[in-house]
């Protein structure tokens, strides 16, 4: 059972284009929505996170959307750059232990 | 910086081997994780802990164990190695909840 579905599985951007990655999830009781970027042959690292109290948080040219009554978060990279290439996470988890659930991954491809 | 070290970045095993992945951190977190990685299914949870001597399983622990028993340290043991184990392994560790979760380079396993 797949708790956070993430889509597209992969995406081509032209440099400076918007990059658009949505997230649903089922379990309300999320608390904790990070996003993390993982370029090959490395591990994940944390991109931008948002609570559910929010319903958006910008950092630079990232910036995650969440819908708390639909069940959906988004991240939208603006003036996508080819070094911005790289897969991309959204993932949800619950308060206590941080048991953190991911989505499948969008591999993001900007092309010059 | 938050240091996360798997001992091993390719690992090749064979079938009924039994395997141990070793894992250290250098930050004194609290709570670590170990994930496997296919392409199409993301990151999947197979246990954390939250301290030592203390596990929890994730969503996949089936063929797995774990072991902590000093702080900095998370072991991932495959009891007998099977080729549908054959997988990328990430360890990762967060200091407490609702923080970011560090993850070490990966190890990818090999089982034949």
């Known amino acids: 059972q797949q708790q956070v579905k993430q889509s597209p599985q992969s995406l081509i951007v032209q440099k400076g284009g918007i990059s658009i990655i949505n997230c649903a999830y089922e379990n309300t009781a999320f608390d904790y929505f990070p996003w993390y970027q993982q370029f090959p042959g490395k591990g994940p690292a944390l991109l931008i996170a948002?609570?559910?109290?929010?319903s958006e948080k910008k950092e630079g040219r990232f910036t995650i959307s969440f819908n708390k009554s639909a069940k959906q978060f988004s991240l939208h990279i603006m003036d996508s750059q080819p070094g911005d290439s790289a897969t991309y996470f959204c993932?949800?988890?619950?308060?206590?232990?941080?048991?953190?659930?991911f989505g499948t991954g969008t591999k993001l491809q900007v092309i010059p | 910086d938050v240091k996360v070290t798997q001992s091993s970045r390719y690992l090749v095993k064979r079938t009924g081997e039994k395997v141990f992945l070793e894992c250290v951190q250098d930050m004194d977190h609290e709570n670590m994780f170990w994930y496997r990685q296919d392409p199409g299914l993301g990151l999947r949870l197979i246990y954390f802990s939250y301290d030592v001597k203390m596990k929890e399983k994730g969503d996949i622990p089936e063929g797995y164990s774990v072991s902590r028993e000093k702080k900095e340290r998370f072991s991932l043991i495959l009891e007998s190695a099977s080729t549908n184990q054959t997988s990328m392994y990430l360890c990762?560790?967060?200091?407490?909840?609702?923080?970011?979760?560090?993850f070490g380079q990966g190890t990818r396993l090999t089982v034949v």
């Open positions: 993932a949800a988890s619950l308060g206590g232990y941080q048991k953190v659930t």
């Open positions: 990762a560790s967060s200091l407490a909840v609702y923080t970011e979760a560090f």
């Open positions: 948002i609570r559910p109290d929010v």
